[in-house]
């Protein structure tokens, strides 16, 4: 299992930019691949990106191709999403999470999600 904590998330306004950041825990970090799933209030969780477990094979969203990139860390145990060219519609609540395969597609490995961290775009 990967345990993770998000953090990084705020409010920024359309066009700027958040660094979101994930620290993981568990001894399957370093060999799951990792992604950024987002949740906006009534709708259902999306598949926003994915990283493989040695970054060769790295997945997005169409939404936000172009826009964000995610990285990784297995020495601090850490993933990256940086985004950019925020908009209105990116607001949600981001979670990061262990996944199956090389995260394509992106299939969370276990069924529990951990608090996430908002992100709020004004318009």
């Known amino acids: 299992q990967v345990h993770v904590v998000e953090s990084g998330g705020g409010l920024v306004e359309a066009g700027g930019s958040l660094r979101l950041s994930c620290a993981a825990s568990?001894?399957?970090?370093?060999?799951?691949?990792m992604g950024w799933f987002r949740q906006a209030p009534g709708k259902e969780r999306e598949f926003v990106a994915s990283i493989s477990w040695n970054g060769q094979f790295i997945y997005y969203a169409d939404s936000v191709k172009g826009r964000f990139t995610i990285s990784r860390d297995n020495t601090e145990k850490m993933v990256y999403l940086q985004m950019n060219s925020l908009k209105p519609e990116d607001t949600a609540v981001y979670y990061c999470?262990?996944?199956?395969?090389?995260?394509?597609?992106?299939?969370?490995?276990?069924?529990?999600w951990g608090q996430g961290t908002q992100v709020t775009v004004s318009s």
């Open positions: 568990g001894r399957t970090f370093s060999t799951s691949a």
């Open positions: 999470a262990g996944l199956l395969g090389s995260g394509n597609p992106a299939l969370p490995a276990s069924d529990s």
